[in-house]
């Protein structure tokens, strides 16, 4: 939208992305910690009070980056930039706010066998929610790009609405954890903030997660920047009724994804099910330069069998944090006494933004990479976004190997067997 409508230049706005993913990375960490600290027998609450105070600012805030057209719309590129920035830092500062504490619940109210069905149920709704919302992107994208004034004309009010409508649904939403969740009695921890940093970074398995999912995190920013162009100017997706029918497909692609990693998962635990997600990623997404370029197979064919492919595999990468994080919290808790997963849950946000930072920066040169080739100009970053993208997940996987990604699983042969070596004695066996 502010490349595109608001006509900030790319790199300004990869930069305002950059910051806000900055700040969202530190407030992760703050109010992870600060969490942990207040007593469960306070009067404004736990993990309670930052939801209860964070849900409505968050809402203000993302309405607030949707009307530049009624604040600055004849503004130059200084005026525009600063918008972003200042609204864009506003929106991340007060996610991490809410959701950090948030997400910390998930130790303290589930069991171990518990977070996988847990964590799935959890993204199951998150993709609902984010296909609603990226089905309104693209739908809205159509409909933007029908008005001669863009933004600027009767669909920049209909934009408005809108964003105020999901802001009022987000704050609706966290209303029945909010009522119905009973926080559990925690002592207030006397620990200082650097003592308790100190007890993640000492944390072997805990740390080559965030080590190799920081690596991770920079491709996948730069693939989700740039999904939305991939679509339009190489596959052709273009109208709201295709992109309508292509989220759709998207989402119930994702949805059946879960529930096979889920299945896959209790037999061979979570960190086998990422290996073997990453190796389908290693082989599909290089493909890009050549989807939509394949001759007697129509473009929109081409893309609909790549995406779904792609999400299926990728699908994985977003299913288990939410389980990892509170098997490394209550492992913890077990072993020392203590409660710390609103550090766990915070401290890997600061490395995970800082890698989504610096990759809406790469999105933003892969942006402007364009090459005239005739009379066409060829966007060579999205016609080398899947390779490019797969640099960050050949670092990333040898790390994510070495790691303990299942603390809690008894079978010791499955757990230490590689996933391969498994399958295909499975395979002999029959």
Same mark, same amino acid.
């Given at each position: 939208?502010?490349?595109?409508?608001?006509?900030?230049?790319?790199?300004?706005?990869?930069?305002?992305?950059?910051?806000?993913?900055?700040?969202?990375?530190?407030?992760?960490?703050?109010?992870?910690?600060?969490?942990?600290?207040?007593?469960?027998?306070?009067?404004?609450?736990?993990?309670?009070?930052?939801?209860?105070?964070?849900?409505?600012?968050?809402?203000?805030?993302?309405?607030?980056?949707?009307?530049?057209?009624?604040?600055?719309?004849?503004?130059?590129?200084?005026?525009?930039?600063?918008?972003?920035?200042?609204?864009?830092?506003?929106?991340?500062?007060?996610?991490?706010?809410?959701?950090?504490?948030?997400?910390?619940?998930?130790?303290?109210?589930?069991?171990?066998?518990?977070?996988?069905?847990?964590?799935?149920?959890?993204?199951?709704?998150?993709?609902?929610?984010?296909?609603?919302?990226?089905?309104?992107?693209?739908?809205?994208?159509?409909?933007?790009?029908?008005?001669?004034?863009?933004?600027?004309?009767?669909?920049?009010?209909?934009?408005?609405?809108?964003?105020?409508?999901?802001?009022?649904?987000?704050?609706?939403?966290?209303?029945?954890?909010?009522?119905?969740?009973?926080?559990?009695?925690?002592?207030?921890?006397?620990?200082?903030?650097?003592?308790?940093?100190?007890?993640?970074?000492?944390?072997?398995?805990?740390?080559?997660?965030?080590?190799?999912?920081?690596?991770?995190?920079?491709?996948?920013?730069?693939?989700?920047?740039?999904?939305?162009?991939?679509?339009? !100017?190489? %596959? #052709?997706? @273009?109208? $709201?009724?295709?992109?309508?029918?292509?989220?759709? *497909?998207?989402?119930?692609?994702? +949805?059946?994804?879960?529930?096979?990693?889920?299945?896959?998962?209790?037999?061979?635990?979570?960190?086998?099910?990422?290996?073997?997600?990453?190796?389908?990623?290693?082989?599909?997404?290089?493909?890009?330069?050549?989807?939509?370029?394949?001759?007697?197979?129509?473009?929109?064919?081409?893309?609909?069998?790549?995406?779904?492919?792609?999400?299926?595999?990728?699908?994985?990468?977003?299913?288990?944090?939410?389980?990892?994080?509170?098997?490394?919290?209550?492992?913890?808790?077990?072993?020392?006494?203590?409660?710390?997963?609103?550090?766990?849950?915070?401290?890997?946000?600061?490395?995970?933004?800082?890698? !989504?930072? %610096? #990759?809406? @920066?790469? $999105?933003?040169?892969?942006?402007?990479?364009?090459? *005239?080739?005739?009379?066409?100009? +060829?966007?060579?970053?999205?016609?080398?976004?899947?390779?490019?993208?797969?640099?960050?997940?050949?670092?990333?996987?040898?790390?994510?190997?070495?790691?303990?990604?299942?603390?809690?699983?008894?079978?010791?042969?499955?757990?230490?067997?590689?996933?391969?070596?498994?399958?295909?004695?499975?395979?002999?066996?029959?």
């Amino acid at each position: 939208m502010y490349t595109n409508q608001v006509n900030l230049d790319p790199m300004l706005n990869g930069i305002g992305n950059a910051v806000g993913k900055v700040v969202i990375g530190v407030s992760s960490v703050i109010f992870g910690l600060l969490s942990d600290k207040i007593p469960s027998s306070a009067k404004i609450g736990r993990r309670k009070f930052f939801i209860w105070t964070g849900a409505p600012v968050l809402a203000f805030s993302f309405v607030m980056l949707f009307i530049p057209q009624f604040i600055i719309p004849s503004g130059g590129q200084t005026a525009k930039f600063a918008w972003l920035l200042i609204w864009n830092s506003m929106f991340h500062l007060f996610y991490g706010y809410l959701l950090i504490p948030y997400q910390s619940w998930m130790p303290e109210i589930t069991s171990d066998d518990e977070r996988v069905q847990v964590s799935g149920l959890m993204n199951t709704v998150n993709l609902v929610g984010a296909a609603i919302g990226s089905g309104f992107v693209l739908l809205m994208s159509g409909f933007i790009n029908k008005d001669p004034q863009g933004i600027y004309g009767v669909s920049g009010k209909y934009l408005f609405i809108f964003a105020l409508a999901f802001g009022i649904v987000e704050f609706l939403f966290f209303l029945p954890a909010l009522l119905k969740i009973k926080e559990r009695d925690v002592p207030e921890k006397e620990n200082k903030a650097w003592e308790e940093i100190k007890v993640a970074l000492r944390n072997k398995n805990y740390m080559i997660y965030v080590g190799g999912f920081t690596i991770l995190n920079v491709g996948v920013t730069i693939l989700s920047a740039l999904i939305l162009d991939f679509l339009e !100017q190489v %596959l #052709g997706v @273009i109208d $709201a009724l295709q992109k309508g029918i292509f989220s759709g *497909v998207m989402l119930v692609t994702v +949805v059946a994804s879960f529930f096979f990693w889920g299945s896959f998962s209790k037999k061979f635990g979570k960190k086998w099910s990422l290996i073997v997600s990453f190796s389908l990623l290693l082989v599909w997404m290089p493909l890009t330069p050549i989807i939509g370029r394949i001759p007697l197979i129509p473009k929109i064919v081409q893309g609909y069998v790549f995406s779904i492919l792609a999400v299926f595999a990728v699908s994985a990468v977003y299913l288990f944090p939410y389980a990892i994080m509170a098997d490394f919290a209550d492992e913890d808790e077990r072993r020392t006494s203590q409660n710390r997963s609103g550090l766990y849950t915070g401290f890997k946000s600061l490395p995970f933004n800082i890698a !989504q930072a %610096l #990759g809406f @920066i790469l $999105a933003g040169f892969m942006r402007d990479w364009e090459k *005239v080739v005739g009379s066409e100009t +060829v966007n060579l970053g999205l016609m080398w976004l899947g390779p490019i993208c797969t640099i960050f997940l050949i670092i990333a996987f040898p790390i994510i190997w070495k790691a303990d990604l299942d603390p809690f699983m008894q079978d010791a042969k499955v757990k230490n067997t590689s996933i391969f070596k498994q399958i295909f004695s499975r395979k002999n066996r029959t």
